[in-house]
């Protein structure tokens, strides 16, 4: 057996943090941000920033891989996860994938397995510090177990779906749901 892969073969490891989006940054107000949890669930939420902040918190050490070619290993993210919010909503029966929006152009899709899965948080600090705006300043998802493009910047919106929608690159063929090697993490 060869040695699992922690980084996936032709990646480029930088120590740098690459910014990779379309657009524009959205600018952040605590008065009028907000998340909101819907679709394939019995509960429907929303949470201000105050009611975000005072969640459970938990930390997660995660390598972020683009698929343009550069990994970044050994980020500390730090957020909330996103099962408990999925669980304080309540999944229906046809709950089958989970779509992340920043509310303006983004929008990526992940089975709802992996949403459910420990790994994968909502992010509002790396390595101790609040994020920047750039890298998806106030709150961004984070989704160790797949490429970066799947990490939602700028998330507003978390909408459960029974069918599989493309996501802003998929429907575009730039990408494909691809998973990383096993021992990437
Ligand atoms: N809202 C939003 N989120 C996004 C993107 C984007 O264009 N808009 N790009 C994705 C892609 S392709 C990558 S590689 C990562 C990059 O995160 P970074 O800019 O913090 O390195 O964000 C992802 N999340
Ligand atoms: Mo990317």
Same mark, same amino acid.
Request: with cysteine.
């Given at each position: 057996?060869?040695?699992?892969?922690? #980084? !996936?073969?032709g990646?480029?490891?930088?120590?740098?943090?690459?910014?990779?989006h #379309?657009?524009?940054?959205?600018?952040?107000?605590?008065?009028?941000w907000? /998340?909101? +949890?819907?679709? &394939?669930?019995? =509960?429907?939420?929303?949470?201000?920033?105050?009611?975000?902040?005072? $969640?459970?918190?938990?930390? =997660?050490?995660?390598? $972020?891989?683009?698929? &343009?070619?550069?990994?970044? /290993?050994?980020?500390?993210?730090?957020?909330?996860? /996103?099962?408990?919010? /999925?669980?304080?909503?309540?999944?229906?029966?046809?709950?089958?994938?989970?779509?992340?929006?920043?509310?303006?152009?983004?929008?990526?899709?992940?089975?709802?397995? %992996?949403?459910?899965?420990?790994?994968? +948080?909502?992010?509002?600090?790396l390595?101790?510090?609040? %994020?920047?705006?750039?890298?998806?300043?106030?709150?961004?998802? +984070?989704v !160790?177990?797949?490429?970066?493009?799947?990490?939602?910047?700028?998330?507003?919106? *978390?909408?459960?779906?029974?069918?599989?929608? !493309?996501?802003?690159?998929?429907? =575009?063929? *730039? #990408?494909?749901?691809?998973? $990383?090697?096993?021992?990437?993490?």
């Amino acid at each position: 057996m060869p040695a699992p892969l922690r #980084v !996936p073969p032709g990646q480029r490891v930088t120590r740098s943090f690459p910014v990779m989006h #379309v657009g524009e940054p959205p600018a952040f107000d605590a008065r009028t941000w907000d /998340l909101r +949890i819907g679709g &394939a669930v019995e =509960r429907s939420f929303r949470l201000a920033w105050d009611e975000y902040r005072a $969640l459970p918190r938990a930390a =997660r050490d995660v390598d $972020l891989h683009c698929v &343009a070619g550069w990994s970044r /290993l050994d980020n500390r993210f730090e957020g909330v996860v /996103l099962r408990d919010l /999925l669980g304080r909503a309540g999944l229906r029966a046809d709950a089958r994938f989970v779509r992340f929006t920043d509310g303006r152009h983004y929008h990526t899709t992940i089975p709802i397995d %992996l949403a459910l899965d420990d790994s994968t +948080i909502l992010a509002d600090t790396l390595d101790g510090r609040p %994020l920047d705006l750039d890298h998806g300043a106030p709150l961004r998802a +984070i989704v !160790p177990r797949r490429y970066a493009f799947k990490s939602c910047k700028w998330l507003r919106t *978390i909408e459960v779906l029974a069918v599989d929608r !493309p996501g802003f690159w998929e429907s =575009r063929g *730039i #990408v494909a749901d691809v998973e $990383l090697p096993s021992g990437s993490r």
